[in-house]
């Protein structure tokens, strides 16, 4: 694959049955990219984490609300920037899921498990924007 | 791919076959539901065989977790069977494998409910 960037935008509305096809078309740009298949799963896993987050918690289902993805990658990097249109939240201060008390908790795994899995990760709130999330997986060839 | 969920049942133990993937929405809910089911009539050792579970996101660890929990609430015990790496390896960055009793021996896995 050549190594200039290649970008892809998407919008959805702020509902949880758009997230089948954001992994779909997430599917198709991993395998463009060159992805194998753990980076592909993890990159997968990472985009509906993030975006589910955006969708429920940043827009609170907020059909009026878009979540605007938007993939660049290249053969040496995989690229990913999710931003709401919500009134963000306190993300300095996200608990983690993996102390004592918070262990046998049903949720609050899902930005753990993103940082965990991609190379670099962001959050930010962008003043009357929202909240951007940003990660990356890089591809390295064998 | 939808989720499914079949249980059948050796000695006192519940097997709860489950495929597909676990995530929020209809994944979580089949679980929930199966697990819920068994509780209600008192079938209180449950084995989840997650060896066709394709893909499990972080509202099905969730969902295990909140089974796990609701089973030992009820005087039951909920175990895990079968993992694929990658959902060992969930579980494990999670530290939730110092939670649950994982088994890859379905007979093993009975006995352990004696």
Not at chain 1, 4 to 22: A, F, G, N, P, R
Not at chain 2, 80 to 107: G, R
């Amino acid at each position: 694959m050549k190594n200039q960037d290649s970008v892809i935008e998407l919008k959805i509305q702020s509902s949880l049955e758009y997230t089948e096809l954001v992994e779909n078309i997430t599917n198709n740009l991993t395998l463009m990219a060159g992805c194998d298949s753990d980076q592909a799963y993890f990159i997968e896993m990472a985009v509906r984490e993030v975006v589910v987050n955006a969708i429920r918690h940043g827009n609170q289902m907020d059909l009026d609300k878009i979540v605007r993805v938007q993939y660049r990658f290249n053969s040496e990097r995989f690229e990913v920037e999710v931003l709401d249109q919500g009134n963000g939240f306190d993300f300095e201060h996200l608990p983690d899921p993996c102390n004592p008390e918070n262990l046998m908790k049903s949720s609050g795994r899902g930005i753990f498990l993103v940082r965990s899995f991609m190379d670099d990760f962001s959050l930010a709130y962008i003043p009357n924007q929202g909240t951007e999330v940003k990660f990356t997986k890089k591809l390295s060839r064998p | 791919m939808s989720m499914t969920a079949t249980t059948r049942k050796i000695e006192e133990v519940s097997i709860v076959d489950l495929g597909g993937r676990i995530t929020i929405g209809e994944g979580t809910a089949v679980l929930k539901e199966a697990v819920r089911s068994l509780l209600n009539k008192r079938e209180t050792k449950i084995l989840l065989n997650l060896g066709d579970v394709s893909y499990i996101d972080s509202s099905g660890i969730g969902e295990l977790v909140s089974s796990f929990t609701t089973a030992g609430k009820q005087g039951g015990k909920l175990k895990l069977l079968n993992l694929t790496k990658k959902v060992h390896d969930l579980l494990s960055i999670t530290k939730l494998l110092a939670v649950f009793e994982v088994f890859d021996d379905e007979a093993k896995a009975i006995r352990s409910f004696s």
